[in-house]
Every structure is written in structure tokens, then in C-alpha cells.
């Protein structure tokens, strides 16, 4: 068990001081791997089999959903450092295809785990067993948002939390997207969306450039 991977061991220690048992943390350390993805490179694609958990300790991730019917897109949420995909646990404990795609929101770094370990560390370390609990209600709490935001919210207000949410995502004011996209990950169409962020510039609350937005 000594012979792990210390650079993986100190990323565990610092980003996920929740994961206590020492001998969780080592063998972390020992059977994951790290990975590196550039900004906008796909981590998990739709109805592709998950065979890594990923641990992020850098950057961000933003994870779509897709619809079965007529292929449109809808964002649920972003990823950030000492955090997990809970979806992926499901998928891979499952052994289903998944029903989300993954993308680097900008660089982005993460501990990758096989998945035999995923559901083997439930029943031997508690600290695991509880993270896994703790990420799939926030992620279902983040789900829920969502909903709530399709539901109850104008297209204004989910455009402009969009911005915010992408803003800190990329720790930036600086929003690189066209218009599409914007217009794919919030279910609407690319001439609202246009319209929108014209009002929001003419507001003051947005400056636009060619696909890039300077959130003020």
C-alpha cells in the first residue's frame, strides 16, 4: 500500500479533506490516475459506457443533458475543484450508458477511478460512503434549481444566470461562446437569444463582441 502515487495523495489531501481514513487517501492514491483536459475537450460523451470516476481538482466541467427524442441539449450544472459527477456513479454501478455529456469549461485536471472501486469502497471506508451520498444531493439540489429555473423564471433571468454561472466557472467576466451555444445549453433558440443579450447590452449589463461576452 506504500507504493502510491504522492503527487495524487497531496491533490486528495488538499481538495478532498472529507475523504478522512489515511488508508482511503493512499489507496486513492495507488489506483488513480491523473488526467488532463483542455477547455472545451469532451470528458464523457452521451451514450458512451463509464469505466473512470473522475475526482476534479482543477478547473471546471460542465455537464449537459440530452434529450431522447429530438437530440436537444439542456445544461444541468457545473463542476468545480473537490467535487464529483454522482451521474457517473450511477452509470458506471449500473454498467449503463450515459445520459450525460462532460466538457472542460477551461483547463481542467481530475483523479480518474476504475469503477470496481467506486461500489468496494462504500462498504469499507465511511468517509467514501458519505461523499458519495453528499455529491449525489447536491448534484440533485443543483437539478432541482434547474428545474426550477425552466419553470419559474423568464428567458432573461436563466439568460443572465447563465452568464454568471459560466462566469464563474471560467473565473472570468470574459465569456467565449456564440450565440448557438448559449442557445443549446439553455433549450432556446438562437434569435431569442440574440435578442436577449442586445437588451442586456443596451442595459448596460453586458458588452458583446464577436462570439464573446464581457459580462460588466
Known sequence: MEDFNKEIFELVHQNFPG???????????????????????VIM???????????????????????????????????????TCSMSFSCCMMDKRS??????E?????IAIPVKYVDEWMSRYPSWKNFVMRSYDSRMQEMIKTIDTI????????????????????KSRIIHSTHQ?????????REAISRLL???????????ERNKINLL
Do not use: C, W
Not at 445520459?99 to 472542460?104: E, G, K, S
Not at 448559449?182 to 432556446?188: E, G, P, Q, Y
Open 151 to 170: 419553470a419559474f423564471k423568464k428567458m432573461d433571468e436563466r439568460l443572465l444566470k447563465y452568464l454568471k454561472e459560466r462566469s464563474i466557472a471560467n
Open 106 to 110: 477551461d483547463d481542467s485536471t481530475v
Open 181 to 189: 451555444e448559449i442557445a443549446a445549453d439553455l433549450n432556446a433558440s
Open 19 to 41: 475523504l478522512a481514513e489515511l488508508a482511503l487517501q493512499k489507496e486513492i492514491a495507488q489506483v488513480g490516475s491523473l488526467k488532463h483536459f483542455k477547455a472545451g475537450e
Open 45 to 83: 460523451n452521451f451514450g458512451s459506457y463509464v469505466k473512470l470516476v473522475p475526482l476534479l481538482v482543477k478547473g471546471s466541467i460542465k455537464v449537459v443533458r440530452e434529450d431522447d427524442e429530438d437530440g436537444r441539449e439542456l445544461l444541468l450544472y457545473y463542476l468545480y475543484a473537490g467535487e
Open 198 to 208: 442586445k437588451q442586456l447590452e443596451k442595459k448596460g449589463v453586458v458588452t458583446l
Open 99 to 104: 445520459d450525460i455529456r462532460t466538457t472542460a
